[in-house]
């Protein structure tokens, strides 16, 4: 019995010792903890207070404000402007609490667009293209963090293009009308006047078919744009703000933690050692900047929402530089439609000339006729082909106007697009239209109050037209590539065939965005088309095409048929050849509901990772036509221009169409749409 006493006690002893040491060890950890959050809590400790990004701007949580555009074309966008607020910029304040009297704080404000963003984390590291999204501080990007002065804080910004102050936009002077007469007068002087310079130009206009004083011109006008891209004016429409919302960031460090932000970050327009822009939103969110002593930061609730709105009122700029020839019929120039240097800093729109695909020749029955407004029926258009020889055809093109302003003028603060209508016994043409607007946006909602022409007659025979609200490249030159490619590349947009595949490019500029409304098959495969045959159908198609020029960077890239569902609808993509330089969906919708109305909306959603097109009789009544994301194509990044047309296709364009465009008489009344106004949001 003695024994075993003596080893219970023995081992209750031993027990105790053991909850004693592992009590110990529990306090010392918890000690070590609590010093540890202790250390972080005064090291990461908030000091910002009351922080309000724009105390000039009232009290609601979301602000919503319009872009002046007034000066955009030479100035590019500023939000404000000077007639917005009192002094042309946001005010923002802030508290600080009450320093340590020794200790001194610094700020400085970042501005991002959040509605069109690339996220700044993937996959727990910083986005390959957070880096893109727009984002801004001080005008002057050198100036770095700003000294708070006791302990309330106040100061003005604004958000301006090119924020970044990035040389790659950086140009020529642009307060002068670029393609005045008098520069283009004096390039031509001193070509004429130059002999070695002359005599290239008649080599010149002789090669490309031309006069020599249709040439002079041509080559004034180039040498006036490329003059116009050197210099040292920052040209801050290059790269303009994006619509949307924006959200405001405050960061405050103290004297000992500015040294350890990199320059990079003070100057926003610096890159790190890889050469490479880092979005402070990253860095101050997920980076080295999250985790920095003596730095606090906070983002304000309150956003910025902002929206364009492109105005017909504003008149139409008439530019020299997309003319063919130097002498043009003036007799319908006016206020509003002209190429005068007012119109040329505010007018928001000037007219298009279409690209006329010359390897396209129309043949077309020599027939004049309103197939909208008088009897035509789908006997008198087969009949009509059959009737008449290859020798009686009218063999040509599709026209531009010749005549400024005389087929897209502004009257009453609409614009008017007219496809002439012809007399029998003239010249017979079949005549395009469009305007384009002049102030380029990356991403945003665009929509089109638009009242195009109706496409078919009662017994649904297509008159020919194509109504089209389409996005294009801004411009052509380094400055506006798209996203250089990561695998083989882009086919540059005049290359064809499959030899094309040996010509693409890391990086080009080339980007385009359509809804294209025409009279085609619903079906991409012909023997379905034949089997269904949808001529005595009242629908048109609604196409959406994504120029991507078969970059083969997405996941998913096709070629052929594949589909895409969205918001509980499926999409059949097309994409002709993997080398085929663009991707498409159609839509049947009614000719009916489109025409009828007085107006209606037409948009193009263009996000970082998706396109989505839509149509309605009001904006918030929009049906879904279309989707595509960046799992199989390539979507823009570039700043692109709206473009509405309507223009004479070719019926090759839209396999399979039931009517062909050779077969559809001229117009004999003028077809007339209207433009209300294009908002961008």
């Known amino acids: 019995m003695v024994l075993q006493i003596t080893f219970e006690s023995d081992y209750m002893n031993k027990q105790k010792i053991y909850r004693m040491k592992r009590q110990f060890r529990f306090l010392l950890f918890m000690s070590i903890i609590s010093?540890?959050?202790l250390s972080c809590s005064d090291s990461t400790k908030n000091v910002i207070k009351n922080f309000d990004p724009l105390t000039n701007m009232g009290m609601n949580d979301t602000v919503v404000l319009s872009m002046d555009l007034d000066n955009a074309i030479v100035n590019g966008i500023m939000i404000p402007s000077a007639q917005q607020t009192d002094n042309g910029y946001?005010?923002?304040?802030?508290?600080v609490e009450k320093p340590e009297s020794s200790k001194k704080y610094y700020y400085k404000i970042y501005y991002q667009n959040s509605s069109y963003k690339f996220p700044e984390l993937k996959n727990g590291s910083i986005h390959p293209y957070c880096h893109e999204n727009f984002y801004g501080s001080w005008e002057d990007v050198s100036s770095g963090f700003k000294k708070v002065n006791g302990t309330n804080g106040s100061d003005n910004f604004r958000i301006v293009g090119n924020p970044r102050d990035e040389r790659l936009y950086y140009g020529g002077d642009?307060?002068?009308?670029?393609?005045?007469?008098?520069?283009?007068?004096?390039?031509?002087?001193?070509m004429r006047t130059t002999p070695e310079w002359f005599k290239s130009i008649q080599a010149k206009a002789e090669k490309e078919n031309r006069n020599v004083e249709q040439q002079l011109f041509l080559d004034a006008l180039w040498m006036i744009k490329d003059e116009s891209r050197k210099g040292d004016f920052n040209h801050r429409w290059k790269r303009n703000p994006r619509v949307g919302n924006y959200e405001f960031m405050l960061v405050v460090a103290d004297e000992a933690a500015i040294s350890d932000i990199p320059d990079y970050i003070k100057n926003i327009g610096n890159v790190n050692d890889q050469g490479s822009f880092i979005n402070p939103f990253y860095y101050f969110r997920y980076g080295e900047g999250s985790k920095l002593a003596g730095v606090s930061i906070v983002t304000s609730e309150r956003v910025l929402k902002v929206s364009a709105t492109i105005e017909p009122a504003k008149g139409i700029y008439i530019n020299p530089g997309q003319q063919r020839d130097e002498h043009i019929d003036t007799q319908y120039l006016s206020d509003e439609c002209n190429s005068t240097e007012q119109l040329y800093e505010h007018a928001h729109f000037e007219q298009f000339s279409h690209a006329i695909n010359r390897g396209y020749t129309m043949r077309n029955v020599p027939l004049v006729r309103d197939v909208i407004n008088e009897p035509y029926t789908q006997d008198d258009f087969f009949s009509?082909?059959?009737?008449?020889?290859?020798?009686?055809?009218?063999v040509g093109h599709a026209f531009n106007s010749q005549t400024p302003c005389e087929t897209a003028y502004v009257q009453d603060s609409v614009i008017t697009l007219i496809n002439p209508g012809n007399v029998e016994g003239e010249e017979l043409r079949k005549q395009n239209v469009?305007?384009?607007?002049r102030i380029g946006f990356t991403y945003g909602k665009f929509r089109g109050k638009i009242k195009f022409p109706r496409q078919l007659n009662e017994d649904n025979v297509w008159n020919g037209i194509t109504n089209a609200f389409w996005l294009i490249y801004q411009d052509e030159a380094e400055w506006n590539n798209r996203r250089p490619a990561e695998r083989d590349g882009y086919i540059p947009k005049g290359e064809d065939g499959e030899e094309s595949l040996t010509k693409k490019q890391?990086?080009?500029?080339?980007?385009?965005?359509?809804?294209?409304?025409?009279k085609t098959s619903p079906t991409w495969d012909n023997e379905e088309f034949l089997k269904n045959d949808d001529r005595e159908s009242d629908n048109v198609m609604f196409c959406c095409t994504n120029w991507d020029l078969a970059n083969q960077d997405p996941p998913r890239f096709f070629k052929g048929v594949d589909d895409i569902s969205y918001k509980n609808k499926t999409f059949e993509l097309h994409r002709w050849t993997d080398y085929y330089k663009a991707i498409t969906s159609k839509y049947p919708i009614k000719n009916d509901k489109l025409y009828d109305p007085e107006f209606f909306y037409y948009e193009i959603e263009w996000k970082p990772t998706e396109i989505i097109w839509r149509a309605g009789p009001s904006p918030d009544n929009m049906e879904l036509c279309g989707y595509m994301n960046d799992k199989y194509t390539s979507i823009p990044n570039n700043q692109m221009l709206g473009i509405i047309t309507q223009e004479f296709h070719y019926a090759e364009w839209w396999p399979f169409q039931p009517f062909s465009q050779n077969g559809v008489p001229f117009p004999k009344n003028d077809i007339k749409g209207k433009v209300y106004e294009i908002v961008v949001e």
């Open 506 to 518: 890391k990086n080009y500029f080339y980007s385009e965005i359509d809804i294209e409304i025409v």
């Open 35 to 37: 010093s540890f959050l």
């Open 384 to 394: 009509t082909m059959e009737k008449y020889d290859s020798t009686e055809l009218v």
């Open 434 to 437: 469009g305007v384009k607007t």
């Open 174 to 190: 642009m307060s002068k009308q670029v393609f005045s007469q008098e520069r283009i007068n004096s390039y031509i002087n001193s």
């Open 90 to 95: 946001f005010t923002f304040s802030f508290e």
